[in-house]
């Protein structure tokens, strides 16, 4: 919806505006079509990241086509409503900074005004950006977000003239893609794309390309060409993307969503150069010569927007598409195993054998990843869910040794630390354990309830009882759980404490007669060991030793393991 109302304000808006230069409707119309069909624009509309360019884009250019309607010559209300509108487009993405630029191309190109009064025209929306800017440097400049890696973007390991010549290549693709979007991605993380030196042929392809458009720009500046308004209008749009000096880097090497407004010039450039080789050959039909070049282009590039719109079907499509289409790129692959890693794990309990599958799956991912970056691997992180991954393929050696690796590198993990805690109480090292727990206690935002819980029944198997209580009960607090419970319940009742005991570890959560019996025996014997009447206690653990099985002790009931009294 958002992007018809936009195409909407467009259509309008470049109708009257080409109307003021006698261009007939169909030049508009065939701006608005290559325009509106464009497959680099898919991201922007299918990914809900995105809405936010949708949205300044709407408010920026409805507040433009107010103010050209009016010719600059608004009254006080209605520079309320433009300015209003502007601010809004300002707030939703600040990549409406640019069209700043239209309002003074405008002014000098449609409204025939000199070059300082069309500085002057635009003021009001400077200004407006200029209150923008203000309050965003007050209110969250405060917390921004540093992106200075190279796994953000690539500018951050280039010096001095690979700085320039990684840009230039950068600009060219950028072109490349407007001219032919195939293959498309969501990301061009590192190393889709590389540091360039000046001794690229491509480098310097790409300075005589841009060379030669500032030339053309520059030249019909003076006689108001529609050919330097188009140039300029993509040069202005596109300058907030283009890296141009290490203050403004922006935290991505390339993005098709960065095309979305610089694309309307070059919608803008491609049907005026038809449009001019029509009148040249076909001066009595000029609308023929670009209906016929620009039908395919258009046919191609609806049919590639429709097919690049299934990839965008859900996480995991989008994801597994770009892994193929961004084969270099860490981020791909990353997302890409994550999202495997995420569906598997609700799986793995209805279907394992198609869980093992995806973890499987999720596994050549990581390494793929972890093989683009390298051993310094800047995304430390993402160890802890390739260990997840490892822990439920089976693979422990491997589980372990990344996990320690986390653990070096973020020693205030929680994840990795709690894991150690859970395999080292598996070999029955319960020191070791206590130690990773207590670790994982003081660690960055602990899960409390089962930090708690392992922690109790750690200390449960060390005979340190008092202690296995606290940390049981701190669990509850955090984690109502019937094992937590159930563990409590024989606690108390080893301690002789059969109110407490009972007060846990009830028969309501129990699922057989052979359960309840096993639960009324275990309770009975430990209270009658605390009188010193083995006789009776003996009894009652002859009950369970035939049903231990059964009931799956093993598993159900694994905390219950009897403790002789301290002589």
Request: charged content about 20%.
């Amino acid at each position: 919806m958002l992007y018809f109302i936009l195409l909407v304000i467009l259509g309008f808006f470049f109708q009257d505006l080409l109307s003021k230069k006698k261009f007939p409707w169909w030049f508009a119309a065939l701006i608005l079509l290559l325009y509106a069909v464009h497959p680099l624009h898919v991201e922007v509309v299918a990914s809900a990241k995105s809405r936010d360019t949708l949205l300044s884009a709407v408010f920026a250019f409805g507040a433009i086509w107010i103010w050209w309607r009016k010719e600059g010559n608004l009254k006080p209300l209605q520079w309320v409503l433009v300015l209003g509108l502007y601010f809004l487009s300002l707030i939703s993405k600040e990549e409406s900074i640019p069209l700043i630029a239209l309002v003074g191309l405008i002014a000098y190109f449609f409204l025939g005004k000199k070059p300082l009064q069309a500085v002057f025209a635009a003021l009001p929306f400077a200004g407006t950006a200029a209150l923008y800017l203000l309050i965003r440097g007050i209110i969250l400049d405060k917390t921004a977000t540093v992106y200075d890696s190279y796994i953000n973007s690539i500018m951050y390991l280039a010096d001095g003239s690979e700085r320039i010549a990684t840009n230039f290549e950068i600009y060219l693709q950028y072109v490349k893609l407007l001219f032919f979007p195939h293959p498309l991605s969501w990301d061009y993380s590192f190393s889709q794309l590389n540091v360039q030196q000046f001794s690229s042929p491509i480098v310097w392809l790409s300075i005589a390309f841009f060379g030669a458009l500032i030339y053309l720009a520059i030249l019909g500046f003076k006689n108001r060409s529609l050919l330097s308004f188009g140039l300029i209008l993509y040069f202005a749009t596109f300058s907030i993307f283009a890296n141009l000096v290490p203050a403004l880097t922006i935290g991505s090497n390339l993005g098709e969503r960065f095309m979305f407004v610089p694309s309307l010039a070059f919608a803008l450039l491609i049907v005026y150069l038809l449009y001019l080789l029509g009148e040249k050959f076909l001066p009595k039909q000029t609308y023929l010569l670009p209906l016929i070049v620009l039908l395919p282009v258009l046919l191609g590039f609806t049919w590639k927007t429709m097919d690049r719109t299934k990839v965008w079907e859900s996480n995991l499509t989008i994801t597994r598409a770009d892994v193929i289409s961004a084969p270099k790129s860490w981020r791909t692959h990353t997302f890409y195993a994550e999202e495997l890693r995420r569906i598997a794990g609700e799986l793995k309990k209805e279907n394992p054998d198609s869980a093992r599958v995806l973890f499987t799956e999720a596994r050549k991912e990581y390494e793929s990843m972890f093989g683009i970056l390298g051993k310094d691997l800047p995304v430390s992180q993402y160890l802890g869910t390739y260990a997840e991954v490892l822990i439920n393929l089976g693979d422990s050696a491997q589980a372990i040794a990344v996990l320690e690796e986390n653990i070096k590198k973020n020693p205030k993990a929680f994840y990795p630390l709690f894991q150690m805690g859970r395999f080292a109480f598996e070999r029955n090292e319960f020191e070791e354990a206590e130690s990773y727990y207590l670790q994982a206690l003081q660690s960055d935002s602990p899960n409390m309830g089962p930090l708690y819980r392992n922690l109790g029944l750690t200390y449960s198997r060390q005979s340190k009882r008092e202690q296995a209580v606290v940390a049981l009960e701190k669990s509850l607090e955090y984690w109502d759980d019937p094992n937590i419970r159930n563990a409590l319940g024989f606690i108390y009742s080893e301690l002789g404490q059969t109110e407490k005991a009972a007060q846990y570890l009830t028969t309501e959560g129990t699922n057989s007669p052979e359960e309840v019996l096993f639960v009324k025996a275990v309770l009975k014997g430990n209270e009658s060991l605390g009188k010193s009447d083995f006789r009776a206690a003996l009894a009652e653990y002859q009950k369970i030793e035939p049903i231990y099985d059964q009931v799956d002790g093993e598993i159900k009931f694994r905390h219950s393991t009897l403790h002789m009294p301290s002589p």
